[in-house]
């Protein structure tokens, strides 16, 4: 069993407790606007292209055995991923290192070796392994096979999760969890499809039956402006959680760092004129959650 894997991001400190190494597998059915992973939401292998550093020779091109990339009549790089074989020639034959390629299979065991190798800082810190995304859910057999040989290490586990996945698999994938990171991505059904694409209904039932059964739920909640970042929508979430349970609350707010990787991608970049938050800039908004008894941080 193999599943797409974009990074394996080494000492994190941000992703639950003590030391810790996330695993980000590739894939995601939600399609967020200000998504700063755009390279997650693809379930294949792609190539991303750095127009300023390309030289514009055509040698990438000549070399794909399977005619995945082309260049337009106004050099515009194309990549199409699903003739791609991944044999990585393209990137090899490239003499201004103006391709990367994101996304590579790995079995369970592969993926275990390289959590293994951190031991010792994560019994020094009690850190452990973090499954992140894309989303983990979307990938549910190697997720639980992952997640069972790494609490038969002994291992810390934590999922980070947009929760999105019919209630089956997400009680089969989280019987292996000890915490959970649960992106809350809007209050409100209608405007959560309007800005990631899907309803959050099956979401809250999951998050709601994570807490009701004793597992250990952080909500992270993306502050955007213009889409969640009023005082009003503070209010709403805060009486969410209480609905469903969850005390802990991590805002995290809005930032631009994965911009440039859309446009390697040649993928839109709704929010690209959008102005970044700051810890500071949600004071008042945090000043909400604080005072309807959530513990809160930024």
């Known amino acids: 069993m193999k599943a797409n894997i974009f990074n394996i991001q080494k000492f994190s400190i941000h992703d639950g407790p003590g030391i810790r190494t996330v695993v980000f597998l590739k894939g995601c059915p939600l399609r967020c606007r200000w998504c700063s992973n755009p390279e997650s939401q693809s379930f294949h292998t792609q190539i991303l292209w750095d127009p300023g550093k390309c030289l514009h020779c055509g040698l990438c091109q ?3 055995p399977t005619e995945s990339i ?17 044999c990585l020639s393209c990137i090899r034959q490239c003499p201004g290192n103006a391709l990367k390629y994101t996304g590579e299979k790995m ?5 275990l070796k390289e959590v293994m190798k951190d ?11 973090t499954l992140s995304g894309g989303e983990v859910l979307a990938q549910p057999a190697f997720a639980e ?6 609490k038969k290490k002994g291992l810390h586990t934590a999922l980070e999760t947009t929760g999105y996945a019919s209630h089956e698999v997400f009680v089969s994938v989280t019987e292996y969890a000890d915490l959970l990171l649960f992106d809350m991505k809007h209050h409100d059904s209608k ?7 899907v309803p959050n209904e099956q979401i809250l039932e999951n998050m709601k039956w994570a807490a009701e059964h004793g597992i250990e739920v952080i909500a992270r909640i993306p502050v955007i402006p213009g889409v969640n970042d009023s005082i009003e929508d503070a209010h709403a979430f805060c009486a969410l959680l209480h609905e469903t349970g969850i ?4 805002l995290l707010p809005f930032h631009q760092f994965g911009e440039k990787k859309y446009e390697q991608l040649h993928m839109n970049y709704e929010m690209k ?3 970044a938050l700051h810890p500071e800039d949600l004071t008042k908004y945090a000043g909400v959650f604080e005072a309807a008894k959530l513990s809160v941080k930024i």
């Open 62 to 64: 000549r070399s794909c």
């Open 70 to 86: 082309r260049f337009s009549d106004d050099s515009s790089f194309h990549f199409r991923h699903e003739s791609c074989e991944g």
């Open 107 to 111: 079995s369970v065991d592969e993926v």
């Open 119 to 129: 031991i010792d800082f994560y019994e020094e810190s009690g850190g452990g392994v």
């Open 145 to 150: 096979l992952l997640l069972s040989e790494c």
């Open 191 to 197: 405007k959560h499809r309007l800005y990631t694409g």
């Open 247 to 250: 005390s802990q609350v991590n």
């Open 273 to 275: 004129d959008v102005k």
